[in-house]
């Protein structure tokens, strides 16, 4: 006869007030960050006749390639490039959260991943129930991300030399990649702005529908959040089988299925762990190297702790505003519509080739 189980029920369900506050202070400094830069672009636009802004340097945040490429060139040479220093401190508190509490950024502090959930909040409302795709559409639509990904890694890593990089690093267009990136919004085409307000309206029946299938920085963190010791855990002897952790997951994860959940679309939201009814049942655990209970607040803290440690860092070390000059600003903003990005087969091959003349050059000389 099978044993009746014992259910002593879970009270301790505050964790999402908490994630909810940070991802709100999150998005709040980035629309801080926003308005600094929309005073320092006003300030190149008047030609230095408008009261001057310093550049905030946490634009550097919303250039993901250019701090990839950054990553790289850290790699490879273990100099840092002083275009955008502080995108690379991002990027480095990103990858390192993933390592240690999994894709955690995704939900603690993405500001998209935020909006994301917002507007899923909202269609959940509306239809009463969280929409899925089918099987037959769903995972083929989310390998989109990790083939977007996989063409950045091989552009940059196997395309590029590490000279080749710096020359792209360097470039005017490189430079000015911020302020580029700030009209495309400002004077943001009708095309542009159709494909926006359809992954907007997608987003409403298919809840994170561009984190899910389009994000090529959440296939990144996803890929390292793998290799995080710890992982959400569920106690069988104690599982009542009510299926709440599944239908609380965003990620669609059969969490009432397994017994420690291991997947790239795990975000460490903890929602499942919330909802679980019974105490000690669901826990997010370090699993490596010996197995221990990780209370949920203590994620809360890592998180946090973990990105300003890291961009701490790059603030103390001076790495962290760049070196570009007022001047030099208001000489690259006249040319700005000159500065093209080397797209089309031969870019790369034009930089490698810019490289190696510069390399045959120095050897000659010497």
């Not at 959940?124 to 390998?143: G, Q």
């Not at 063409?151 to 000015?176: C, E």
């Not at 994620?299 to 890291?310: C, K, L, P």
Request: positive net charge.
């Amino acid at each position: 006869m099978e044993k009746k189980k014992k259910i002593i029920r879970n009270n301790d369900r505050g964790i999402q007030k908490l994630r909810f506050t940070i991802q709100t202070l999150f998005a709040l400094l980035c629309i801080w960050i926003g308005i600094e830069f929309y005073l320092f672009v006003k300030y190149l636009e008047t030609n230095g006749a408008a009261a001057f802004y310093q550049r905030p340097p946490g634009v550097d945040g919303f250039l993901p390639i250019s701090s990839f490429m950054s990553f790289y060139y850290l790699l490879s040479t273990g100099e840092i490039h002083q275009a955008h220093p502080a995108g690379l401190f991002i990027f480095l508190a990103i990858i390192l959260i993933s390592l240690i509490f999994g894709k955690s950024f995704c939900s603690w502090f993405c500001p998209i991943g935020f909006i994301s959930e917002l507007v899923g909040d909202f269609g959940e409302k509306i239809f009463k129930r969280r929409l899925k795709l089918p099987k037959f559409l769903d995972y083929p639509l989310r390998s989109l991300k990790y083939l977007m990904l996989g063409f950045l890694v091989y552009s940059v890593i196997f395309l590029m030399t590490p000279l080749a990089i710096k020359y792209f690093l360097d470039s005017p267009y490189n430079i000015v990649a911020d302020i580029k990136m700030y009209y495309f919004f400002a004077n943001i085409s009708q095309t542009s702005l159709i494909v926006i307000s359809i992954l907007f309206v997608l987003s409403i029946f298919i809840r994170n529908f561009w984190c899910r299938f389009l994000c090529p920085y959440g296939a990144l963190l996803g890929i390292f959040s793998l290799l995080s010791p710890h992982k959400i855990q569920r106690n069988t002897s104690s599982c009542i089988d009510c299926g709440l952790c599944s239908k609380a997951c965003p990620s669609f994860i059969k969490v009432d299925k397994v017994k420690t959940v291991i997947s790239d679309e795990c975000s460490t939201c903890l929602n499942c762990v919330d909802v679980c009814p019974v105490k000690d049942t669901l826990q997010l655990n370090l699993v490596l190297p010996k197995k221990r209970v990780i209370n949920k607040r203590y994620v809360a803290i890592g998180v946090v702790s973990v990105f300003m440690i890291v961009t701490g860092l790059g603030i103390i070390s001076g790495n962290w505003q760049n070196k570009v000059t007022k001047e030099e600003y208001l000489l690259h903003y006249k040319m700005m519509s000159s500065y093209g990005h080397p797209t089309g087969p031969n870019a790369m091959k034009q930089l490698n080739e810019q490289a190696n003349k510069e390399i045959k050059r120095e050897v000659k000389e010497n």
